[in-house]
């Protein structure tokens, strides 16, 4: 299994964007899935965004229209554009492969972000 470290996250206002990395130790280029999960505050985690090995993505309502998943295999990083951020958007952020029956990868430290009103 590949090791993933996020980064890129931060304080930002209501409104505001940020753009989450996601660095693989290896190719990401024959893994079913990559997604980026978030955990709110006192909340599970949760998957937002999900980005297939044939670029075809979706998302989770919450979130539609505002954030855009992508990959770029041949560096084998996964981003995620957030835009027009509002508070519940809160929570660390962590990026995970999402193997065969729904299995994922190890988890990583994960990324915070904080959207302030």
């Known amino acids: 299994q590949v090791q993933l470290v996020e980064s890129g996250g931060g304080w930002v206002q209501t409104g505001g964007s940020l753009r989450l990395s996601c660095a693989a130790s290896g190719s990401i280029s024959s893994i079913n899935a990559l997604g980026w999960f978030r955990q709110a505050p006192g909340k599970q985690r949760a998957l937002v965004a999900r980005i297939t090995s044939t670029g075809s993505t979706d998302y989770a309502d919450s979130v539609n229209g505002r954030f855009t998943i992508s990959r770029d295999n041949a560096k084998n990083t996964v981003h995620l554009q957030m835009n027009s951020l509002k508070p519940e958007d809160t929570g660390v952020y962590y990026c995970?492969?999402?193997?065969?029956?729904?299995?994922?990868?190890?988890w990583g430290q994960g990324t915070q972000v904080t959207v302030s009103s």
């Open positions: 995970n492969a999402i193997y065969d029956y729904g299995r994922l990868g190890s």
